[in-house]
């Protein structure tokens, strides 16, 4: 089981997750809300550094996939996560302009409508990630809510979508394994539930690195 954790702010974070076990680092570029953004500057900071083997994931909020190419490449991550939906075609030209980067579209699971997005973007793109988001909202959640959502949904979603899934929203050390179980994913992401004042806990990052092993 895979872990990524999200809203890495520095690379004392970053190396503190790795040293836990984690195989993948969320950056977290401008959003229209949600914590964990950091800064351009910091994003290349922190992909520079991270080692050979590492999944580097610019979360980016754009659309419009020019502008995704040109954040993925002044970054120098190796994976765009894609917060919101994409016009149709999108997802091939951003293909084409940044082939060697991996494409992630994040689904926000909040009710059957989710799976009929999450089939239609599958064949496009390398990953998904379910989250707890809601674009709908006046001010748009378009991830780090800190909440859960309908687990037998995102089942339903990894066993029909024939692409590698994450799970994010809401996990923390006491649900995780629940979660694993019930959903099956290739992996599970998390950003508020091994945080304390918004800064990356060891204590809590080993309780939920306990948790998935178990």
Do not use: Y
């Amino acid at each position: 089981m895979k872990v990524k954790i999200c809203c890495i702010a520095s690379v004392a974070e970053a190396e503190l997750a790795l040293a836990q076990g984690a195989a993948a680092l969320g950056l977290v570029s401008a959003m229209p809300s949600g914590p964990g953004v950091i800064g351009d500057d910091r994003i290349r900071e922190i992909a520079a550094w991270a080692p050979a083997g590492v999944r580097t994931f610019l979360l980016t909020s754009r659309t419009d996939p020019r502008g995704i190419a040109a954040q993925v490449r002044d970054a120098g991550v190796n994976t765009v996560q894609i917060v919101d939906r994409l016009a149709p075609g999108a997802h091939a030209v951003l293909r084409a302009l940044v082939p060697r980067v991996r494409l992630v579209q994040v689904i926000h699971v909040r009710g059957p409508e989710s799976l009929d997005e999450a089939l239609e973007a599958a064949p496009r793109v390398d990953e998904l990630l379910l989250d707890s988001g809601n674009p709908a909202a006046a001010v748009r959640e378009l991830g780090g809510t800190g909440r859960t959502h309908d687990w037998a949904l995102s089942r339903e979603i990894v066993d029909r979508c024939g692409v590698p899934v994450w799970l994010a929203g809401g996990l923390n050390e006491t649900n995780v394994r629940a979660a694993i179980e019930e959903v099956r994913p290739q992996g599970v992401d998390l950003c508020s539930g091994v945080r304390v004042d918004g800064r990356l806990s060891e204590k809590r990052l080993a309780g939920f690195m306990r948790a998935v092993v178990t």
